[in-house]
């Protein structure tokens, strides 16, 4: 079964860091561009991040440059992003899923989605 599973959330106080995992299963995530998404209640999907199957182009949203970093373990099957400098507005359920594209974060664009993890940011 081609799936992917986030974890890694949390919550945490504004000012705090968070790391996010996406774990593959029954594919090879090599092979692929993965995105990270959010979706905050009433509000629609949001590209949050990408990295290329190499790791050698990365793509962010303006609300989250220079605070979240995204990275990947290919050995691991494993895409991580790191979150720090959190504010109340990173609020959501976050997702992560892959494309055969470079350098979109359209979720239009990904398949094989994760069940998400809850991120809350909250004093």
């Known amino acids: 079964q081609v799936q992917v599973v986030e974890s890694g959330g949390g919550l945490v106080q504004p000012g705090g860091s968070l790391r996010l995992s996406c774990v593959a299963s029954?594919?090879?995530?090599?092979?692929?561009?993965i995105g990270w998404f959010r979706q905050a209640p009433g509000k629609e999907r949001e590209g949050v991040s990408c990295i290329s199957s190499d790791g050698g182009r990365t793509r962010y949203a303006d609300s989250v440059k220079g605070r979240f970093t995204i990275s990947r373990d290919n050995t691991k099957n494993t895409v991580y992003l790191q979150m720090n400098s959190l504010k109340p507005e990173d609020t959501a359920v976050y997702y992560c899923?892959?494309?055969?594209?470079?350098?979109?974060?359209?979720?239009?664009?990904?398949?094989?989605w994760g069940q998400g993890t809850q991120v809350t940011v909250s004093s």
């Open positions: 899923a892959r494309t055969s594209l470079v350098g979109t974060t359209d979720p239009r664009y990904f398949g094989s």
């Open positions: 029954g594919f090879t995530l090599e092979y692929y561009t």
